[in-house]
């Protein structure tokens, strides 16, 4: 791979692009101080600071720079926001924080990633930015380059360890497979999570209160802000070139096994099943002809 390529040229052939940090360390602590103001009052494994709660601590101007919209709106150039939130995990763990029983140690993609097969492949993107140290038992991330389907019996996925300092960005394809690995250091590990897709695309996300009072908050921000929380969309002329990113400088193969890949199968086949079925009902749907009111 190049040493510097454009990121969406990465995430189509790898899933993930690790990009040149979009924020100064100075940045990065004054918000972990405000962070704290509300992380520290939360109880449990898993802790969050939601949109509303990120607009209301005054940040949406400093985390909403030039720069980040650039990127945004070059990866996708009517893009919304899907997720927008801080969160963290509790250190001494040893279990993925979302394997929730699927035999697969953490591994999943994002279902709720309702795709459209007329429009660009990669149509569901996630930017992570480390809040906090991630080491190599810190709770790092791990995206692997097998995207399609079916995944392969017996074949070992590549997959990259996006290992770093506070600060450290990537990109990655929602629907390739990933996982939190487990946080086995004593420190909890915080990350600052955007999801983004097309406006055309269904996105629930933004009919959900939190979304709809934000909103209302950023109604005196620029267009591309209000763009991003659901408003009018924006100039074409408005996006920006790629940024450079360095590919992933960390691999190895995972190993799953033969058990794992046929459940990966399975969840493939249901996904599959459920998206003809949802186009079939759709369809039908048309067809009906609507009752006149009378």
Known sequence: MPNATQPKKLLKSHGVAIIPPLYSAETITSWNELFDSILTKQTGKRKYVNALDIVKLGLV????????????????????????????????????????????????????????????YI??????????????????????????????????DVHYQLIGNAGTCFLFDRKAYHRASPNYSTTPRRVLKLSIQSRK????????????????????????????FGGASVSANYVKSLLEATPPIDSKAASFTPYQNFIRLMRDINFIARRIGAASRLINDKKTPKPKIT
Request: proline share 3%.
């Open 61 to 120: 101007n400093s985390i909403f720079t030039r720069e980040l919209q650039s990127l945004l709106f070059s990866l996708i150039p009517d893009a919304v926001l899907y997720h927008f939130h801080v969160y963290e995990i509790e250190g001494n763990q040893t279990t993925s924080h979302i394997s929730a029983n699927n035999k697969l140690n953490g591994w999943h993609r994002d279902v709720d990633c309702k795709h459209s097969l007329t429009g660009d």
């Open 123 to 156: 149509q569901h993107i996630s930017l992570f930015i480390y809040l906090s140290d991630v080491s190599n038992n810190g709770g790092y991330f791990e995206v692997s380059d097998k995207k399609y389907f079916p995944p392969s019996y017996g074949n070992q």
């Open 201 to 228: 695309l269904f996105n629930h996300k933004q009919q959900e209160p939190i979304f709809v009072q934000v909103r209302k908050l950023v109604n005196n921000s620029s267009d591309e802000v209000r763009q991003l």
